[in-house]
């Protein structure tokens, strides 16, 4: 619901809209709104591939390179979606990624990140989104992994064109890969062309 405050005694719900999926986080840029919604998808590659181009046309969904569709048969999808709060009545932007349950958002004036945490690689990937308000567009841009999980939005940080992530690796998480100690880790990543190419 998008509601008018003007007179707080007497509020005015000037649009509604319903989105599928169930709402993780938002943020507000300028006069656009960005949410983050998580949807179920299961099934072999053909069904998955058949429900994320039905659910976006081809050119808006966008699927980690590294995804093993033989290793994984169900996903977490997310939508974000922008909404216009300064043309109510333009259509929602939209765009469809793959990801994974747990999860934190962090925004700038530019751009909107996407962390999911993946608990077969004990590692967090980042999606990043750039923006455009005056449109209330999103288009996906590059995404990257860091060993580990991070706390919340608070562990990500943009300043100066560099993102900047903590995370931390528990000792004793994998059987199969002991981690005799715990560690954390500072990474940052090339933010202002696009690429999240790892700086150090």
Partial sequence: ?????????????????NLDGGYSDSRKVENAVYLALQSWVDGDRSDVEERLTAHNPCDR????????????SSFISWDIVGVSLSNLSEEPEM???IGSYRSAVYATPEHFYLSNYFFEKESTGIYLFDLDPS??????RSNAIVS??????????????VFRIVST??????????????????????ANDGSLTRLG
């Fill in 1 to 17: 619901l998008v509601t008018d405050m003007a007179d707080a005694s007497a509020p005015i719900t000037l649009r509604e809209l």
């Fill in 61 to 72: 969904v966008y699927v980690p390179s590294d995804l093993d569709p033989e290793e994984n």
């Fill in 95 to 97: 765009v469809t990624v």
């Fill in 135 to 140: 449109k209330a567009s999103v288009t996906p």
């Fill in 148 to 161: 580990g999980t991070i706390v919340n939005q608070f562990s990500m940080d943009e300043t100066n064109g």
């Fill in 169 to 190: 690796r528990a000792a004793g998480w994998t059987a199969d890969d002991p981690v005799l100690e715990t560690r954390n880790y500072l990474t940052t990543f090339r």
